[in-house]
């Protein structure tokens, strides 16, 4: 079991230092198996993992993500950390929805699925640009001060967002995605979030799989995978972040390491704050990536990776109708 913790913001939430993100066990990455899902989870928890992810709208806001976790941890609920998100409303018109009576009644539904009487971490998923952000952070307070809650997140949140969240109820955990690939919070994100003593959970910190060294061509896969529509996964910027990542495997070989490992490892380099969250429906995957966590990366590793990839990927982080507005 490992035994490497971390503390997520001056709150106080001590999770293992890396977590697990479910996302992938029930939407956008095609077909999974229930009882391999399962089986992963629970070997992520003997492997010491604590910090488990999840959200309402994950299986299409049906709860069947929040389901499949609650069944999953049962046994040692009381063990681990659990985190969910609310905002999305994908019968709404701008699919958002952060008004308060959504919150309380989002919050409900994940206790009920999630199979607890209190959610650790609750996250809103997206800036609703309808709802003050004060309104929303006012709800999530009232949340924690019922016994329902106990930690209040933010998910691609920018700097003033989430200042005037903190100012309400302390923020201590903001998600945002944050990889070898994916750099933009580095100037204006991350000086806040430590200015203000919140902690990070990076999410698609293997880029969506790319920094796994298991990638192919957007239209290669299933019309029900999401990297079909990553513009990092077409045409040219498919073949310049392919390059990258051949000369990444080559510097990971060198180190008798993954090229997964690589990429997670360069991530908890760049702060005992942080907290990647890798997505995976394989239990040997999971082995692998928690390895990252015994990995020590000079700086002559992290000099030749930031000359690979000087500025993260070539191509937007989301398709054009997709991107976060924070």
Do not use: C
């Amino acid at each position: 079991m490992t035994t490497h913790k971390r503390v997520l913001g001056r709150q106080g939430l001590t999770t293992s230092a890396l977590g697990l993100g479910t996302m992938g066990m029930t939407m956008f990455y095609g077909p999974s198996n229930r009882e391999e899902n399962i089986t992963t989870i629970h070997r992520a928890f003997d492997l010491g993992v604590t910090l488990f992810d999840t959200a309402e709208v994950y299986g299409g806001g049906t709860g069947s993500n929040e389901r499949l976790l609650g069944e999953a941890v049962k046994g040692f609920r009381d063990e681990v950390v659990l985190a969910t998100k609310f905002g999305y409303d994908l019968a709404s018109p701008g699919g958002l929805n952060s008004r308060p009576d959504n919150i309380r009644k989002a919050a409900d539904n994940s206790l009920r699925y999630l199979g607890t009487d209190h959610i650790d971490v609750l996250y809103q998923h997206r800036v609703d640009p309808d709802v003050p952000i004060e309104e929303v952070a006012g709800a999530v307070k009232e949340l924690i001060e019922a016994g329902k809650v106990r930690y209040l997140g933010l998910s691609e949140a920018g700097p003033e967002t989430i200042r005037r969240a903190h100012a309400v109820q302390p923020v201590s955990v903001l998600q945002t995605k944050y990889s070898v690939f994916e750099r933009h919070v580095e100037d204006t994100v991350l000086p806040v979030v430590r200015e203000l003593g919140i902690g990070f959970v990076p999410y698609a910190p293997l880029g969506r799989g790319f920094l796994t060294g298991a990638m192919k061509p957007a239209d290669q896969y299933t019309a029900d995978d999401w990297r079909r529509l990553d513009p990092r996964w077409q045409g040219e910027n498919f073949d310049a972040n392919a390059l990258a990542v051949a000369a990444l495997t080559e510097l990971a070989s060198s180190k008798g390491i993954t090229t997964a490992q690589l990429a997670l490892a360069w991530l908890l380099a760049q702060g005992d704050d942080i907290v990647p969250i890798p997505g995976t429906r394989s239990p040997e995957r999971l082995a692998e990536n928690i390895g990252a966590t015994g990995v020590t990366l000079t700086g002559h590793d992290l000099a030749r990776m930031k000359e690979i990839l000087p500025n993260g990927a070539f191509g937007d982080r989301y398709a054009a109708p997709f991107m976060p507005k924070g």
